[in-house]
C-alpha cells in the first residue's frame, strides 16, 4: 500500500498525516521527467525502484488549484515539474533539464523577501524531522505564493518530496478588500441610531450592531442550530401583539423580495420603527435580508404632544374666533343698518368710523385664523367659477371712499394683451378677494398722495391659462434690504411703520401662503420713497360666461322681500340687529333663544326661510335641525330652507352645517348687504315701494 502524506491542511492549520490520492499525478499535472526513460523502467534510468513505483502507481486526484508542482528525489534530484512550476517560479526549461534542487533554490530565492522562512521548512524534509509544512512567500515583485510541501512514502521509507505552488495574490487582495469593506460597512452600521441585523438567504445572522442586543435586550450570540427561530422568539416574546407580529414574519417569508415598513409596540411601552428589505445583487438573484430597528418612542409621544396642542390650539382659536366675532356681528350690523338710513353728515361720519374699526378688528381675525390654519396644514381651496371682472368692481369701489378720503386717485385697467370681461375661471374667488383685499388695503394705506392702480387680466393658453393682477402704487415705497422680508410672518418694513400705520404683519405674509396653495406666487418690486408694485400670478381653468357665478348679486341691496322668517339666536344683541334687518327687509320674523324652541316652532307653523346659529343653550342649530330634517321626512313635507349663522371661521364647521342638512351659510359678522345677498337666494321678491317702515 503507498500512501502520500502531504495536502492539504488538517482544519487546526496542520499538514502533518494528510492523505491524498492522486490519479496520475503525472498526467494531471501535466509533468515531465527530467531523464529519458527506457521501455523497462517506469520513470526512467538512474531512478530508485521504489521511488518509481511510487510515482506510477499513486492514484487518486489532484485538482487545478494545486497550482504549480516540484517532485524531487532524496538525492536532490528533480524528478518532475509541471509547466506552472516554471511559470509561477519565471523558470526557462532549459534550468529545470537535469536540474538539482540547489540550482532551483539559487533561482527561487533571490525572488523573495525573506529567505531563511522559505529554505528551512522545505529542508527539514529531506532530513525527515518534518513530513509536511504550508508557508507563505513573499516575493519582491509584489506576488504572494502560497506553497505546501510534503514527503512521498514507500512504506515506512521517504521516496521523495512533492511541492505545490499556487499565486494567491489575487485572492489575498480580494480577501483584504472583503474584509475591508466589511469594516466600513460595520461601522457605518454601528454609527447609526439604529439596531441591524443582516442575515443570509438561510437566517445566519451575518451582523448584529451592538444596538440590536440593547434595543431587544438580547443575550449575546444566538442559538446554533437555529439563529433565526431563536431570533424571532426572542423577539414575539416581546412585542405587544405577537399575532400581528409573526403575520409580518409570514408575510416577509411569502415574499422574499417584499419590503415592509412598520412599527412594533413592545409590552414595556417601547415603540420600534422596523424596516425590511432584501438583499439582491446586481444579477437579481437574493442573498438574504436586512432589518433595522429603530426606537421611536420618544418621537412618538412628542407628534402626539404636538398634535394635543395643535387640536388645544385650534379649539381655543375657534373658541375665541366665536367670542369675538359675536359682540362684532352687533356692532358691524348695527352700523350697517344705521348706515342704510337717512342720516346727518356727522352722524354718517361717526358711523362709518365705527365701522371701519370693526372691518379693521374682523380683518386682524381673519389673518390670525388663516395664518394658524396654514400653520397647521388645514387651509383648504374652494374652486367655483368665478367673474373676476365683478370681482375687481367691487374690491375697488369698496376702497373707494378710502381713497377719496386720502385724496388718491384709485382706478382699475386691464392690462394690455391679456383677455378680461369677456372670460371667466375656475378659483377660489373667496381667496383670491383676500389677497387682493390685503394688497389693495395696504397700497391705500402707504400712499398718502398720488395714485393706486390695480392692472390685471388673463392670459389664456389652455392648459397653462393664467390670472395677474398687479397693484401699483405710489406710496412710500419699501427698502430693498426688507423685499423679501416683508413676507415673514409678523414682520414689517420697520418698526415705525406699525408706530405710525398699525397692521400685525401678517397680511402679507397670509397672502403669500394662498397663492402658493393655488399654485400661483407673489413677487414685490419697489424703490423708496417712490412706490411699490406687486405681482400676482395664478394658474387658473377657463370657462365660459355662461357656466360662471357672478361673485355679488346686481340689486338685491334694495330689494323688499315677502316671507315669514324663523330667527333662531340665542344673543340679544344678535336678535336685535337679524330682526330690525328683517323687517326692514320686508319680511316678518319670529325669534326663538335656543335649538328645542326652534324646532317646535318649526313643526307649528310654516315658515319660508330660518336662520338658525349653531351654537345655542340646551340644544344647538344641528340638532335642531337635524331634529326638523326627520320630522319632515316623517311628514313627507317639503323642505323649509335653513341657513346657518355661525361665528365659527373653519371649514370644517361648514362641512358640518351642511352635513346636518342645512342649505346656506352666513359668517358672522354680517352685514345688512350679506344678509339681503341671503333673502334674495331664499325668498320671492316684492314690489320696491312696500319697504318696512
Known amino acids: 500500500m503507498i500512501e502520500e502524506r502531504f495536502f492539504p491542511p488538517d482544519l487546526n492549520g496542520s499538514t502533518e498525516?494528510?492523505?491524498?490520492?492522486?490519479?496520475?499525478?503525472?498526467?494531471?499535472?501535466?509533468?515531465?521527467?527530467?531523464?529519458?526513460?527506457?521501455?523497462?523502467?517506469?520513470?526512467?534510468?538512474?531512478?530508485?525502484?521504489?521511488?518509481?513505483?511510487?510515482?506510477?502507481?499513486?492514484?487518486?486526484?489532484?485538482?487545478?488549484?494545486?497550482?504549480?508542482?516540484?517532485?524531487?528525489?532524496?538525492?536532490?534530484?528533480?524528478?518532475?515539474?509541471?509547466?506552472?512550476?516554471?511559470?509561477?517560479?519565471?523558470?526557462?526549461d532549459p534550468v529545470l533539464n537535469g536540474a538539482d534542487f540547489e540550482s532551483i533554490l539559487r533561482a527561487i530565492l533571490p525572488q523573495l523577501i525573506d529567505c531563511d522562512a522559505s529554505v528551512w521548512p522545505a529542508l527539514e524534509c529531506f532530513?525527515?524531522?518534518?513530513?509536511?509544512?504550508?508557508?507563505?512567500?513573499?516575493?519582491?515583485?509584489?506576488?504572494?505564493?502560497?506553497?505546501?510541501?510534503?514527503?512521498?512514502?514507500?512504506?515506512?521509507?521517504?521516496?521523495?518530496?512533492?511541492?505545490?505552488?499556487?499565486d494567491i495574490t489575487a485572492q489575498l487582495k480580494w480577501e483584504q478588500e472583503a474584509r475591508s469593506q466589511e469594516a466600513f460597512f460595520r461601522a457605518l452600521a454601528e454609527a447609526t441610531l439604529d439596531g441591524i441585523l443582516v442575515m443570509d438567504a438561510v437566517g445566519n445572522h451575518v451582523l448584529e450592531t451592538r444596538e440590536l442586543a440593547k434595543i431587544w435586550n438580547a443575550p449575546p450570540g444566538t442559538p446554533k442550530d437555529d439563529p433565526l427561530a431563536g431570533s424571532i422568539a426572542h423577539a414575539a416574546s416581546q412585542v405587544r401583539d405577537p399575532v400581528k407580529f409573526f403575520e409580518s414574519i409570514q408575510f416577509l417569508r411569502a415574499n422574499p423580495m417584499s419590503k415592509l415598513r412598520d412599527q412594533l409596540e413592545l409590552k414595556d411601552g417601547t415603540i420600534l420603527d422596523r424596516f425590511s428589505a432584501p438583499v439582491v445583487g446586481e444579477d437579481g438573484a437574493l442573498y438574504g435580508r436586512l432589518l433595522s430597528f429603530r426606537d421611536v418612542t420618544e418621537l412618538v409621544t412628542t407628534r402626539q404632544r404636538a398634535e394635543e396642542a395643535t387640536i388645544a390650539k385650534s379649539m381655543f382659536l375657534a373658541t375665541m374666533s366665536h367670542e369675538i366675532r359675536t359682540p362684532l356681528n352687533g356692532i358691524i350690523g348695527l352700523t350697517s343698518l344705521l348706515l342704510d338710513g337717512d342720516l346727518s353728515a356727522d352722524v354718517r361720519e361717526t358711523l362709518k368710523t365705527i365701522k371701519s374699526s370693526g372691518d379693521t378688528l374682523l380683518h386682524v381675525i381673519n389673518d390670525v385664523l388663516d395664518f394658524s390654519k396654514m400653520e397647521a396644514g388645514r387651509l383648504e381651496i374652494q374652486l367655483s367659477a368665478t367673474n373676476i371682472a365683478l370681482l375687481v368692481d367691487d374690491l375697488v369701489a369698496l376702497y373707494r371712499p378710502c381713497a377719496i378720503e386720502q385724496?388718491?386717485?384709485?382706478?382699475?385697467?386691464?392690462?394690455?394683451?391679456?383677455?378680461?370681461?369677456?372670460?371667466?375661471?375656475?378659483?377660489?374667488?373667496?381667496?383670491?378677494?383676500?389677497?387682493?383685499?390685503?394688497?389693495?388695503?395696504?397700497?391705500?394705506?402707504?400712499?398718502?398722495?398720488?395714485?393706486?392702480?390695480?392692472?390685471?387680466?388673463?392670459?389664456?393658453?389652455?392648459?397653462?391659462?393664467s390670472l395677474h393682477?398687479?397693484?401699483?402704487?405710489?406710496?412710500?415705497?419699501?427698502?430693498?434690504?426688507?423685499?423679501?422680508?416683508?413676507?415673514?410672518?409678523?414682520?414689517?418694513?420697520?418698526?415705525?411703520?406699525?408706530?405710525?400705520?398699525?397692521?400685525?404683519?401678517?397680511?402679507?405674509?397670509?397672502?403669500?401662503?394662498?397663492?402658493?396653495?393655488?399654485?400661483?406666487?407673489?413677487?414685490?418690486?419697489?424703490?423708496?420713497?417712490?412706490?411699490?408694485?406687486?405681482?400676482v400670478e395664478i394658474p387658473v381653468v377657463v370657462t365660459a360666461i355662461s357656466d360662471a357665478k357672478p361673485t355679488q348679486r346686481s340689486g338685491a341691496e334694495r330689494r323688499v322681500f315677502s316671507g315669514r322668517v324663523l330667527l333662531a339666536e340665542d344673543n340679544p344683541v344678535n336678535v336685535l340687529m337679524a330682526s330690525k334687518m328683517l323687517h326692514r327687509s320686508g319680511c316678518l320674523a319670529d325669534v326663538a333663544i335656543n335649538g328645542v324652541v326652534a324646532a317646535q316652532m318649526a313643526a307649528d307653523c310654516d315658515y319660508d326661510l330660518?336662520?338658525?346659529?349653531?351654537?345655542?343653550?340646551?340644544?344647538?342649530?344641528?340638532e335642531a335641525t337635524k331634529a326638523i330634517r326627520a320630522r319632515e321626512s316623517q311628514r313627507n313635507q317639503a323642505p323649509i330652507p335653513i341657513v346657518a349663522l355661525t361665528a365659527s371661521a373653519f371649514q370644517g364647521d361648514r362641512d358640518a352645517c351642511f352635513a346636518a342638512g342645512m342649505d346656506g351659510f352666513l359668517a358672522k359678522p354680517f352685514t345688512f348687504d350679506q344678509l339681503r345677498e341671503v333673502l334674495d337666494t331664499w325668498l320671492p321678491v316684492t314690489d320696491s315701494d312696500r319697504l318696512a317702515a
Open 610 to 622: 330660518v336662520l338658525m346659529d349653531v351654537m345655542m343653550p340646551v340644544c344647538g342649530g344641528l
Open 407 to 465: 385724496s388718491i386717485d384709485l382706478g382699475k385697467e386691464v392690462a394690455a394683451g391679456s383677455e378680461g370681461t369677456g372670460v371667466n375661471v375656475w378659483i377660489d374667488a373667496v381667496r383670491v378677494r383676500q389677497i387682493l383685499s390685503n394688497l389693495l388695503g395696504n397700497a391705500v394705506k402707504f400712499t398718502p398722495n398720488g395714485e393706486v392702480r390695480l392692472e390685471w387680466g388673463i392670459d389664456v393658453e389652455g392648459a397653462n391659462s
Open 469 to 535: 393682477f398687479c397693484v401699483i402704487d405710489t406710496g412710500i415705497g419699501i427698502p430693498a434690504d426688507r423685499l423679501e422680508a416683508i413676507f415673514e410672518s409678523f414682520s414689517q418694513a420697520n418698526a415705525s411703520i406699525h408706530v405710525k400705520y398699525g397692521g400685525t404683519g401678517l397680511g402679507l405674509a397670509v397672502s403669500k401662503r394662498l397663492a402658493e396653495l393655488m399654485g400661483g406666487s407673489i413677487t414685490v418690486s419697489s424703490k423708496e420713497g417712490v412706490g411699490t408694485e406687486f405681482r
Open 127 to 166: 532530513t525527515g524531522s518534518k513530513t509536511g509544512s504550508t508557508r507563505i512567500l513573499n516575493l519582491k515583485d509584489g506576488r504572494t505564493i502560497e506553497r505546501h510541501s510534503g514527503a512521498m512514502r514507500v512504506g515506512d521509507q521517504i521516496s521523495g518530496i512533492l511541492f505545490l505552488y499556487r
Open 17 to 92: 498525516g494528510a492523505v491524498i490520492r492522486p490519479k496520475n499525478i503525472l498526467e494531471q499535472a501535466d509533468m515531465r521527467s527530467t531523464k529519458t526513460a527506457p521501455k523497462d523502467s517506469p520513470l526512467g534510468d538512474g531512478l530508485a525502484p521504489d521511488a518509481s513505483t511510487c510515482f506510477k502507481s499513486v492514484d487518486g486526484e489532484i485538482d487545478e488549484s494545486c497550482g504549480a508542482i516540484l517532485l524531487v528525489g532524496l538525492d536532490g534530484k528533480v524528478l518532475a515539474a509541471s509547466p506552472a512550476f516554471a511559470e509561477i517560479w519565471r523558470i526557462k
